[in-house]
């Protein structure tokens, strides 16, 4: 009875315990409980059930009223369901037996193709072999072209087996179709090598294009390729002389102008009758006589120009960097023995210019051959050999497929030929060594030889002109040679040589200049001797700054030089650009060292003087002043005077001296320094208000004046805290130091208590 309750007791009411497992007291009441809750709550569920029980007896008419509707539809149903079932009975036995019809008609039309194509293959091979004995060796193509369009389950069928044999030709036909293969072959290859011999270019076409018609693709473009090469080979020597400069480089171009006329003219011949790409067999076979030809030409220059002996006097070679003027006359004497610069940049030209040949082929190969679009087999209709490639190699395992395999990269293929090779070893061997040793010889002996040039207003020496002259040539001569790999390695080498050569010794001649009057001893010409020293440091320095805009023009020039384009690819051209824009790192190490001798030159001669520049100018100047005197001040306008004259003294000989840069610099450094005494001396003075007018007319003065001086900029940046003095002491009397520090909209330099001592010098 107790399961019964539990099973009929609503779901949020839950038994806390099974009754058969009660064992005391207190559980047997706190169950008891529970059960007369649930018993409470089902007596009102079933209420309220009873409470409607109109509504269910409502919807049980409803029910009932649909009863005989429901069986008049059953009915309805299953006499539906017997008619449908006959129907669908006699439907099936009538589609089985049509669709027995048509599979019967489905092989009866396989067997009359089957027989139809074993019938054409008969046909075919049959006028094939009428067609060979009466020499017709096009229509023998189409014939060979039409029976291998044939499926290779049809051709080496048992029914075609059976069929196609005949008494004058009883092999299968497979065997018969690859026969007639080969013959056909042999006989367009014989025909195609005796018109390559006679230079017969109509008969040439006539049997080069029948060579894919049967599938022999591979074996068309080796005969074709023979026929270019020996085109290569045959042509005519150049006529000048081994010892002319020129005669190597005329050689190689003679080369791969040939190579490249015969790409240009013969690509579309192939394209033609052998589909887009396949001219990379032909040049495959134009590019090892190419390495052939290269290897003998550039072994030959070896010999001819005695290049091991001039490496080895280019790797004996020393360099003394910056020599002093005495030794630069022991140094001219051995001149002589020495190995020639002269012969080092022929030599270098010729070099860059057999490379740059090849590498301007290099990319006109590349270009040239790009991939295409591979439509034209498809538009054309031709049988191409990769339909057959699969029952070709069945008929065969021994050959390869009917059409040659897939086409290498090209690129790759150029670089990796041995006359690429030659040329990369040519540069690394004989290039770069030689190259550097010529760029650091024309540094040195630039150095030695340097003068000034007084005809250049600043004086320069004639260092940087000849240096960056010859530093533009170098590098377009290395752009000529064409190698990306080079040119980076190059790049960083001259670099190299300018920051430590050019401009080290530079610096080492900055350094000896005041060491070297130090050591030769004044004597009775000290004023002489400081000024020879000062125009020589001063001429240095304008090498330095007129270095840096050398440098940086060049590599403007040079990012627009008409090599880029024609020798290196698309793909190359940016990566280029970006390394000869490194160039440009060479101008901070010209920079920095320049910044350095500015500073030592103004350390040593004019920051002394400047200490006491304030104080000479300001001596016996008040600004406690009443009208009387604050009129005579303005009519005597002592402190701008004193000033300009004293600053005119300073900077007598740097403005027309130094570079507009180097002056600038130079002018800097000065107001740095006269700024801050002038602030604090500033501060140990009293003002009375015509007095802080009066000084405010006196700042903006000297600094209009200085203004004038150079274009250096805004000089009220230097002057920015005693302008900002100046306005604190130019407060009206009634007017808060406070009030005016926050809501004036000046961005202080200083605090507001050093804003209240500066307003406590008025008096």
Same mark, same amino acid.
């Given at each position: ?46 209420? +309220? ?24 539809? *059953? ?18 036995? @009538? ?31 049959? +006028? ?28 080496? #069928?048992?029914?075609?087996?059976? @069929? ?73 020597? $150049? ?87 005495? +030794? ?41 051959? *790009? ?40 690129? +790759? ?85 300018? &920051? ?11 350094? &000896? ?48 030089? *008409? ?62 002043? &009443? ?23 300073? @900077? ?15 002018? #800097? ?40 001086? $150079? ?53």
């Amino acid at each position: 009875m107790s399961e019964s309750i539990l099973n009929t007791a609503p779901d949020n009411f839950q038994s806390p315990k099974d009754p058969r497992t009660l064992t005391s007291l207190n559980e047997i009441l706190s169950c008891l409980s529970w059960y007369q809750s649930a018993e409470t709550e089902l007596s009102n569920s079933l209420t +309220q059930l009873l409470s409607n029980r109109q509504s269910i007896d409502k919807s049980l008419q409803q029910l009932e009223v649909l009863v005989p509707r429901l069986d008049d539809l *059953q009915i309805e149903a299953a006499n539906f369901s017997t008619k449908v079932s006959a129907t669908a009975q006699t439907a099936e036995r @009538v589609g089985g037996r049509v669709r027995s019809l048509d599979e019967e008609m489905r092989r009866v039309g396989e067997a009359a193709e089957r027989v139809g194509q074993v019938m054409e293959l008969k046909s075919s091979l049959a +006028q094939l072999q009428s067609c060979i004995e009466n020499q017709d060796w096009e229509s023998a193509a189409r014939c060979c072209a039409r029976a291998m369009s044939s499926p290779f389950t049809i051709i080496s #069928g048992p029914f075609a087996e059976s @069929v196609v044999p005949t008494a004058e030709s009883h092999l299968p036909p497979a065997q018969t179709l690859q026969a007639a293969r080969e013959q056909l072959l042999s006989i367009f290859k014989s025909h195609f090598e005796e018109a390559s011999r006679e230079r017969d270019a109509a008969a040439t076409t006539r049997y080069f294009k029948l060579f894919p018609t049967i599938g022999w693709e591979a074996e068309g473009l080796e005969a074709y390729a023979s026929f270019v090469v020996d085109l290569v080979r045959v042509r005519a020597p $150049t006529s000048a002389k081994t010892s002319s400069p020129l005669y190597f480089v005329t050689a190689l171009t003679a080369l791969l102008e040939s190579v490249a006329m015969i790409v240009d003219h013969h690509q579309p011949v192939v394209d033609k009758y052998y589909g887009a790409g396949k001219m990379t067999t032909v040049i495959k076979c134009l590019l090892d006589e190419c390495d052939r030809v290269v290897r003998l030409t550039l072994d030959s220059w070896r010999e001819d120009r005695s290049t091991k002996r001039k490496l080895l006097d280019v790797a004996n070679s020393s360099f003394s960097i910056a020599p002093t003027r005495k +030794q630069s006359s022991q140094v001219s004497s051995q001149d002589d023995d020495e190995l020639d610069p002269r012969e080092i940049d022929k030599l270098l030209s010729e070099i860059a210019g057999m490379s740059g040949r090849w590498f301007l082929f290099r990319k006109f190969l590349v270009e040239q051959l *790009q991939d295409e679009d591979v439509e034209e087999d498809a538009q054309s209709g031709r049988v191409t050999p990769s339909e057959h490639e699969g029952h070709q190699s069945q008929i065969d395992n021994s050959l390869n497929a009917w059409g040659s395999g897939i086409q290498p990269d090209l690129l +790759q293929l150029v670089e990796s030929s041995r006359s690429h090779q030659e040329f990369d070893e040519l540069l690394a061997t004989y290039y770069v060594p030689m190259e550097t040793w010529y760029m650091r010889t024309i540094i040195d002996k630039a150095h030695r030889l340097s003068s000034p040039d007084f005809s250049q207003s600043p004086v320069t020496t004639t260092t940087p002109d000849d240096v960056f002259y010859i530093l533009k040539t170098v590098y377009s001569r290395v752009l000529s040679a064409g190698s990306l790999k080079h040119i980076e390695r190059m790049t960083d080498l001259l670099k190299d040589f300018m &920051d430590h050569d050019y401009a080290g010794g530079i610096k080492r001649k900055l350094d &000896d200049v005041y060491r070297t009057a130090a050591n030769t001893g004044g004597g009775g010409r000290g004023e002489k001797s400081e000024r020879e020293c000062r125009t020589s440091f001063i001429i240095l320095l304008n090498d330095l700054d007129l270095s840096s805009s050398h440098m940086e023009r060049l590599t403007k020039d040079l990012l627009g030089h *008409q090599n880029i384009t024609q020798l290196f690819l698309d793909a190359e051209q940016s990566h280029v650009k970006r390394v000869i824009s490194s160039l440009t790192g060479s101008v901070a190490k010209f920079r920095s060292t320049l910044k350095a001798g500015v500073e030592q030159l103004f350390n040593q001669l004019m920051r002394p003087k400047l200490r006491t520049l304030i104080p000479d100018v300001f001596k016996d100047v008040s600004y406690v002043l &009443d009208e009387d005197s604050y009129n005579a001040a303005e009519q005597y306008d002592v402190v701008r005077k004193r000033f300009v004259k004293t600053w005119e003294g300073l @900077v007598d000989g740097y403005k027309d001296a130094f570079t507009d840069n180097n002056y600038r610099m130079l002018f #800097g450094l000065a107001l740095d320094i006269i700024a801050r005494p002038w602030e604090k001396y500033i501060l140990t003075l009293h003002f009375s208000e015509l007095g802080a007018v009066r000084f405010d007319r006196d700042l903006r003065s000297i600094m209009a004046y200085l203004s004038s001086q $150079t274009i250096f900029g805004d000089i009220r940046e230097k002057f920015v805290r005693l302008q900002q003095i100046s306005s604190l002491l130019n407060l009206d009397n009634e007017e808060d130091v406070d009030e005016f520090y926050s809501g004036s909209g000046i961005s202080w330099s200083f605090s507001l208590q050093d804003a209240k001592n500066v307003v406590a010098l008025k008096v």
